[in-house]
């Protein structure tokens, strides 16, 4: 399996010359990147959804082709091999078109990921160069109904039987599993030891019978989140990733490549120079029609609200570079993207409370006909920034802990069988 | 404040620290609380001899910096003077040897004299600042006209000049009908009267500065080349101030971090309760985020990049915002031993509260961002 096909043997060439063969390529083969396309920010239809996954699934077949997929999964595995630099490179090049970077997350990272830190060898080469081709999109059966954050509460269990795994429960959360292929699910394999040690991570097919994908409507009508119902699913025991009952071990590599790629800096995913959540999206170049059309040009209060949310995007697009360098460089721990991540949400809380005041009454009520909903809808969705991918409670805990070195919280579940630890009445 | 620095940068700062170490002790630092100056003047000199002058002046005209990166290497002394709350005019002196340099003194006997003074440390500067014409950065009322024989005549008032009291050397940009220009005098002329300030730093002194009708020579005058060097004296001056402001923020959470290890309260640590470990993640969140805009600014400067001054300007709005919160809530966890004179988080509190108005407030560098945000939109 060569990733590469043009060019000199994959790993070995150098950033200068493949920045110039990704350039050439990428100005003869992609399109402009589209508009205000990635989020939960707004709502789309299924079919622009559908017609985006599809877009997405032939852009990565076309930089597979090219030899630039995978920039730095390994060659055997259909990746170039290649260094977080030629990463940068690509990523400074194809800055402005559409690269399907959107679409990148959870299949690139985390999942494939942890496939390539854990996963067997038959596993790697099953499904590594399929998710590089685009023909494969994972998603994260993480989270489930009892319990947000408490990841490791999980309750979906799965229980052997012979040569295969018997699954039931039910997870929340998963963007888009109405149309991916593949889930990378944490499962209970044992109730009678502590909460961390008793779990396993599975390759979970999610199209089959057994797993009902509930799509759940969010309240500016998104329907990218789903819920799965999985009943007396049965998974052969070579879908298993990491060993039995050690999955508390994959998931916090898991959760850790979630983190970076939240805060940026991973190296397996394709991040398009001066965009994405801690890039400048956000600015106060996005925010100056409002103020053009509010006639508020000349307000010292408008003007000081975009010069604050530029400050703050501007201050964002400088931390997550450095948060990365100073933990490739051991400065800080890997536990320090918890830092990107904090500001990222208190960052994103901000700049659409001040959307939506300098919007005035146009973000209360607008002509439907007119375009997409004004800041009011965003404004409604604020506190997802700081929800999704870990909340920022969550992420302090990990900066003191983990960063500080403050006192652990109390936990009253540490030492305890799991099946022993008190549950709310609605968990079950 | 830089990743990876380079082996002589890790000297050059290293040496600035143990030198603050051994004379800025926080016990000197109250003794100097009384002192007029708030330095002792030989610190200065050698303080020039470990490399605190030469940073931002090229070797041509006597200076050179360690790494090819001036202002680079200076925010390393910088940090260090706001992590000890050291005193001394670190910033208008390097703002006056950078404009210097920028000149071809070696044209001018006077300019050239007072470069190579300042690069020796046998002489410091103040800087008097004009804005430009419908920026609103808190600058002085200084406007500048036509003289004899090539001269200007200046007249106006700074209503805060940090050093200004005793500052050798002055560096007045000034309003003219031409632009601003970059006038360097010496302090004593005839027409400049100086009144020394009461301020919030206990250390760092601040004078009112009048000038009534100085005549300035055509040989010390800098017309330079328009309104750049204005937003790169700017830009360094805010970079040297915010990369102090980072220092002092660093000594404060350190000191607070320590603290909440240490007290007990109702048989557990102060660092056990949730409440306090939150507002410490967020401190440090503050604290690396000014670290992440402050290098930022000072490598887009450092490179000539368009964005150096929008850089600047956000380091200083930023900084200017999060860095009072953060030091101010050290206090709060410290409770009142926070706020006496006895403990040394008031010299940080000081240092940091300085900061805030001091070349524009950050509500000004907000607007300002925002005015480059609008010329930006308007042209694309």
């Known amino acids: ?428 | 404040m830089h990743l990876g620095l380079t082996p002589d940068q890790e000297f050059f700062q290293e040496t600035t620290r143990k030198f603050l170490d051994a004379r800025c002790s926080p016990a000197e630092l109250r003794a100097l609380a009384a002192d007029p100056t708030g330095y002792r003047p030989d610190w200065w000199h050698q303080g020039a001899e470990l490399g605190w002058t030469t940073p931002l002046v090229p070797e041509a005209g006597g200076g050179g910096s360690i790494s090819g990166a001036g202002l680079a290497d200076l925010s390393l002394a910088a940090f260090e003077f706001g992590r000890h709350a050291a005193p001394g005019p670190l910033i208008p002196t390097n703002v006056a040897a950078y404009t210097l340099g920028q000149s071809a003194p070696a044209e001018s006997a006077p300019l050239a004299a007072w470069l190579e003074r300042l690069l020796s440390g046998t002489a410091t500067a103040a800087w008097l600042r004009a804005d430009a014409p419908g920026m609103e950065l808190g600058g002085a009322e200084l406007s500048a006209r036509t003289g004899l024989g090539g001269s200007v005549i200046i007249s106006g008032r700074a209503s805060v000049v940090e050093g200004g009291a005793d500052a050798e050397v002055l560096l007045v940009t000034a309003r003219s009908e031409q632009g601003r220009i970059h006038a360097v005098v010496d302090a004593s002329t005839t027409g400049i009267r100086r009144r020394r300030l009461e301020g919030v730093d206990l250390t760092r002194r601040w004078a009112r500065v009048e000038l009534n009708d100085l005549t300035v020579p055509a040989e010390q005058i800098l017309w330079a080349d328009g309104p750049d060097l204005a937003e790169r004296q700017l830009s360094v001056a805010l970079c040297l101030q915010q990369a102090e402001s980072v220092g002092a923020l660093q000594a404060a959470f350190d000191m607070t971090l320590e603290w909440t290890a240490n007290r007990y309260s109702f048989g557990r640590p102060l660092s056990s309760y949730q409440e306090i470990k939150h507002r410490m993640a967020d401190m440090r969140m503050w604290l690396e985020a000014s670290y992440a805009i402050t290098v930022a600014a000072i490598d887009a400067f450092d490179a000539g990049q368009p964005d150096a001054s929008e850089l600047a300007s956000a380091a200083k709005a930023y900084v200017g915002q999060f860095g009072p919160e953060l030091v101010q809530d050290c206090v709060q966890i410290h409770g009142g031993i926070g706020v006496t004179f006895d403990h040394d988080l008031h010299l940080f509190l000081r240092r940091v509260t300085a900061g805030v108005p001091a070349y524009g407030s950050p509500a000004q560098h907000r607007r300002r961002l925002a005015g480059m945000v609008a010329q930006r939109v308007a042209a694309s």
């Open chain 1, 1 to 428: 399996m060569s990733g590469g096909l043009a060019g000199a043997p994959p790993g070995t060439e150098d950033v200068e010359s493949f920045r110039r063969r990704a350039r050439a390529w990428i100005r003869a083969n992609l399109d402009p990147a589209p508009p205000g396309e990635a989020g939960i920010g707004r709502a789309r239809s299924d079919e622009r959804e559908l017609a985006r996954v599809a877009r997405s699934r032939e852009i990565q077949r076309a930089l597979f082709d090219a030899g630039l997929a995978g920039i730095c999964f390994p060659v055997e595995y259909g990746g170039q091999g290649l260094s977080l630099e030629h990463l940068s490179a690509f990523n400074q090049e194809v800055a402005g078109y559409d690269c399907a970077a959107d679409l990148q997350i959870p299949t690139f990272t985390p999942c494939a990921a942890v496939i390539l830190e854990f996963g067997t060898e038959e596993q790697k080469r099953a499904h590594l160069p399929a998710i590089l081709r685009g023909e494969e999109m994972w998603m994260q059966f993480l989270s489930e109904p009892s319990g947000g954050s408490d990841v490791a509460g999980a309750l979906t269990t799965a229980v052997r039987d012979g040569d295969e795994w018997v699954m039931n429960g039910s997870k929340i959360w998963t963007t888009g599993a109405w149309w991916a292929d593949w889930g990378l699910c944490l499962a209970r394999t044992n109730w009678d030891v502590p909460k961390h040690r008793g779990l396993t991570v599975f390759i979970l097919r999610i199209h089959q019978p057994g797993v009902e994908v509930h799509r759940i409507e969010m309240l500016n009508g998104n329907r990218e989140f789903c819920q799965e119902f999985i009943t007396d699913v049965r998974i052969p025991d070579s879908d298993r990733v990491g060993d039995v009952d050690q999955g508390w071990t994959v998931g916090t590599r898991w959760m850790f490549h979630e983190r970076t790629a939240m805060g940026g800096g991973s190296p397996y995913v394709v991040r398009p120079a001066g965009s994405g959540s801690a890039g400048l999206v956000g600015s106060g170049d996005s925010l100056w029609p409002l103020v053009v059309a509010e006639g508020r040009s000349q307000d010292p209060t408008a003007l000081d609200l975009v010069g604050e949310a530029h400050t703050l995007a501007l201050v964002g697009s400088a931390l997550t570079p450095r948060i990365g360098a100073s933990m490739r460089s051991g400065a800080l721990n890997d536990q320090a993207s918890a830092i990107a991540r904090l500001y990222s949400g208190t960052r994103s809380v901000r700049y659409a409370t001040i959307a939506y005041e300098l919007a005035g009454q146009s973000g209360l009520a607008w002509d439907p006909e007119a375009g997409d909903p004004g800041p009011g809808v965003g404004y409604l969705m604020r506190q997802a920034a700081c929800i999704g991918g870990g909340t920022t409670e969550m992420a302090r805990n990990v900066i003191s802990e983990r960063v500080l070195g403050m006192p652990r919280e109390v936990s009253h579940d540490r030492d305890t069988p799991f099946r022993d630890v008190p549950r709310g009445p609605a968990a079950g």
